[in-house]
């Protein structure tokens, strides 16, 4: 074995280690809540309308719908997601519940599952390296996949999301390993190879809608191998155009039943969804371009209007352009066809209509993990080939090592920042719970004040927020004709609703700001 493949393999560990480290350390997201609430059965109507009652809850007593519901069964999981949230499949939920009634519902057993999903991604990353790669040589083809491998386990992006409980680590896995069959079934062109391309797809689609995404580059790419194979024989054309079709035709069979959910439920899902259509600006949606893509590696932030957040990611943008033409000159058409459609063909997908009628679609980093590997396999090769040449930095460090030294070193360093960090970009919603969280717990006998919002993302976030509230703190949630207390320096509001402020107006009290970023405020007499 050679050297640098031994320490691709330690670098390889390294990354499985950081998987585990701190997992309850982070915000639970409010995404996170509704896996866990959905996946114990419940819906988010008969939640609200247990707790939103004008009463004082213990902070803790919120926790109970993480829990599996008393009673429930599976069929209450799918139920959840059909009648609120169709746009999200059931498999992954249905794999927490099972999850959930097997270790239990904290937050390192519940975010214990995504993490072995992301690490299931790695086998399959070194399996589509190998065939991505395969013309180019046994040896190449071995170190351009180890490479590709070791950057998916260091990733901080795929970290972060490895480390969240939600099914963005499964559909990264379920990408990697659909391409890896894609490419063996157009190599054998047998109907057991594209069978197992199916049930792939299948399972993409009961992950997450967006696999779609990758199925569309799938297809692309076919389009382009079987324009450019120029094959007119009876026997070809059933080799290479009705087994895909075939092929794709039963995936969406199989998945035709959560189909049918979505498109009876489409409303639901157009209403779930707006906020991604909230116009933005170009500038805006470059430095999340910039900033996604570049998180596979390096993934520092030091305030998103901060020049230095982006200055040091742009030699890594600069080092994906080059390693993008690298594979074009010094690869196969098979080869950098396949990485350029991955790439490209999702992200246009969600940029264009980003262009054309507004929206920031292509601007959430989730949205494109689509994207992703394809990006790490060129950065692979990129490095592979610079590792068969002599050339050497100040006469000594091969320059591949170095490359590869600080490739990983930046993505260690963001590894370890972020995993001694309570909150991150990621967190969405939920960014300032943390700091919301004690600036309540600092507040002796604190009552937090709250409603559904104007939004109604209240609940997930209350939620997200008992999990760092210190037991004896009470929270009062105004129902629909709200009863306010007395106003004091122990009652709180987090994130008061219009109607809110103007029943607190009305009273004629004042809301005095305690953290504008975390929507924390005390209520006090005029």
Not at 395 to 403: M, T
Request: contains cysteine.
């Amino acid at each position: 074995m050679s050297k640098i493949s031994q320490i691709l393999i330690v670098l390889i560990a390294v990354g499985i280690a950081f998987h585990f480290i701190n997992l309850d350390r982070k915000v639970y997201w409010h995404d996170e809540v509704y896996t866990s609430m959905r996946s114990a059965g419940f819906t988010r109507a008969e939640i609200d309308q247990e707790l939103f009652q004008n009463r004082l809850i213990p902070a803790p007593e919120l926790q109970k719908f993480q829990r599996i519901k008393p009673g429930s069964g599976a069929i209450d999981t799918i139920r959840s997601l059909a009648t609120e949230d169709p746009q999200h499949p059931p498999l992954y939920f249905l794999m927490t519940r099972g999850w959930m009634e097997l270790f239990g519902s904290s937050l390192t057993a519940v975010r214990l599952l995504p993490v072995l999903c992301s690490l299931l991604g790695l086998p399959l990353m070194y399996g589509l390296g190998l065939e991505l790669f395969r013309d180019s040589g046994t040896g190449l083809a071995r170190l351009a996949a180890l490479l590709a491998t070791t950057f998916l386990a260091l990733s901080p992006f795929d970290m972060l999301f490895a480390q969240t409980a939600r099914q963005y680590s499964l559909l990264t896995t379920i990408v990697i390993g659909s391409s890896w069959v894609l490419l063996r079934a157009m190599r054998l062109k047998t109907w057991q190879s594209w069978g197992l391309y199916s049930v792939a797809c299948a399972v993409g689609f009961y992950t997450h809608p967006f696999f779609g995404l990758t199925l569309v580059g799938h297809g692309v790419y076919w389009l382009l191998r079987l324009v450019q194979g120029g094959r007119s024989s009876l026997s070809a054309l059933s080799n290479v155009f009705w087994k895909p079709l075939l092929s794709v035709a039963v995936s969406l069979i199989l998945f035709s039943p959560w189909l049918k959910v979505i498109l009876s439920n489409y409303s639901r899902v157009s209403a779930t969804t707006d906020w991604a259509r909230v116009q933005v600006g170009w500038l805006y949606l470059a430095k999340l371009w910039l900033l996604s893509f570049t998180a596979l590696f390096f993934d520092l932030d030091f305030g998103f209007d901060n020049g230095l957040t982006y200055a040091l990611r742009v030699p890594i943008a600069l080092l994906m352009g080059l390693a993008l033409y690298t594979v074009c000159r010094r690869t196969s058409s098979a080869t950098w066809q396949f990485i350029l459609t991955t790439i490209f063909v999702p992200f246009f997908i969600l940029a264009l209509p980003d262009f054309l009628v507004g929206g920031k679609r292509s601007a959430v980093s989730r949205y494109l993990i689509s994207c992703f590997p394809g990006v790490q396999l060129a950065m692979a090769w990129l490095v592979a080939t610079i590792a068969q040449a002599p050339k050497k930095l100040w006469g000594k460090i091969p320059l591949a090592h170095g490359l590869l030294g600080i490739l990983c070193a930046g993505s260690i360093l963001s590894c370890t920042v972020s995993a001694a960090a309570d909150t991150w970009w990621s967190k969405d919603l939920s960014y300032f719970n943390a700091e919301v969280a004690r600036l309540v717990n600092a507040t002796p006998g604190a009552i937090v004040l709250s409603d559904l919002g104007d939004d109604f993302t209240n609940t997930g976030d209350l939620i997200s927020l008992s999990y760092r509230l210190n037991p004896e703190v009470r929270l009062l949630l105004l129902g629909a004709a709200p009863q306010l207390p007395s106003p004091g320096p122990n009652v709180l509001v987090f994130r008061p609703s219009g109607k809110m402020r103007a029943a607190i107006a009305q009273a004629g009290d004042r809301l005095e700001v305690v953290s504008e970023a975390g929507n924390l405020w005390r209520l006090r007499p005029s």
